[in-house]
T-cell receptor, first 114, second 112 residues
Framework: AQSVTQLGSHVSVSEGALVLLRCNYS??????LFWYVQYPNQGLQLLLK??????LVKGINGFEAEFKKSETSFHLTKPSAHMSDAAEYFC????????????FGTGTRLQVTL | DGGITQSPKYLFRKEGQNVTLSCEQN?????MYWYRQDPGQGLRLIYY???????QKGDIAEGYSVSREKKESFPLTVTSAQKNPTAFYLC???????????FGPGTRLTVL
């Protein structure tokens, strides 16, 4: 069984400030981890993913995430927030083996203020 | 342009009516998926299909049905048995199971 917990359903940062969106997972086997972004009334876009290899993963739009096995975490960060980053962000986990079922977190809405 | 299309973007139906949501992809992907999104609940898997003429129930399949007669198409029917059908529905596809999923723009279904 696998699950994802995103701490904080709403996060507000000032433009130019650090963005930190938290994600913790549980999985009985080595996980694949994903971050998706969703803009209002649109589908999801993949920001970045971790499968194997380097634990610091860089994605689009200046985002990155670090897989920390000891902490079962995959937090999403961006050094400097931009107004266009305002959206909903979803962390997701899957694993090898059986069906490719992504398990999503409940999402974190990021608000960027002037 | 390659991608996934879902139509319509907004759909309104009366209670008790069946409604079919369209999902088409021209990415030549074998696997396709349907998710439902409700506020505060993230995405939940309704059905998925690994290959043509095959599909499996996800976590919340009750009140829904699908077909996969063509590789590029995976329509979802929301039946009158679905007790709370108003939601945002997302279709996705991937080359095969366990690979990156690509999402369509979604359909917002409102049952009046």
């Amino acid at each position: 069984a696998q699950s994802v917990t995103q701490l904080g359903s709403h996060v507000s940062v000032s433009e130019g400030a650090l963005v930190l969106l938290r994600c913790n997972y549980s999985s009985s086997v080595p996980p694949y981890l994903f971050w998706y972004v969703q803009y209002p009334n649109q589908g999801l876009q993949l920001l970045l993913k971790y499968t194997t290899g380097a634990t610091l993963v860089k994605g689009i739009n200046g985002f990155e995430a670090e897989f920390k096995k000891s902490e079962t975490s995959f937090h999403l960060t961006k050094p400097s927030a931009h107004m266009s980053d305002a959206a909903e962000y979803f962390c997701a986990v899957s694993h090898t083996g059986t069906a490719s079922k992504l398990t999503f977190g409940t999402g974190t809405r990021l608000q960027v203020t002037l | 342009d390659g991608g996934i299309t879902q139509s319509p973007k907004y759909l309104f139906r009366k209670e008790g009516q069946n409604v079919t949501l369209s999902c088409e992809q021209n990415l030549n992907h074998d696997a396709m998926y349907w998710y439902r999104q409700d506020p505060g609940q993230g995405l939940r898997l309704i059905y998925y299909s690994q290959i043509v003429n095959d599909f499996q129930k996800g976590d919340i399949a009750e009140g829904y049905s699908v077909s996969r007669e063509k590789k590029e198409s995976f329509p979802l029917t929301v039946t009158s048995a679905q007790k709370n059908p108003t939601a945002f529905y997302l279709c996705a596809s991937s080359i095969e199971l366990n690979t990156k999923q690509f999402f369509g723009p979604g359909t917002r279904l409102t049952v009046l």
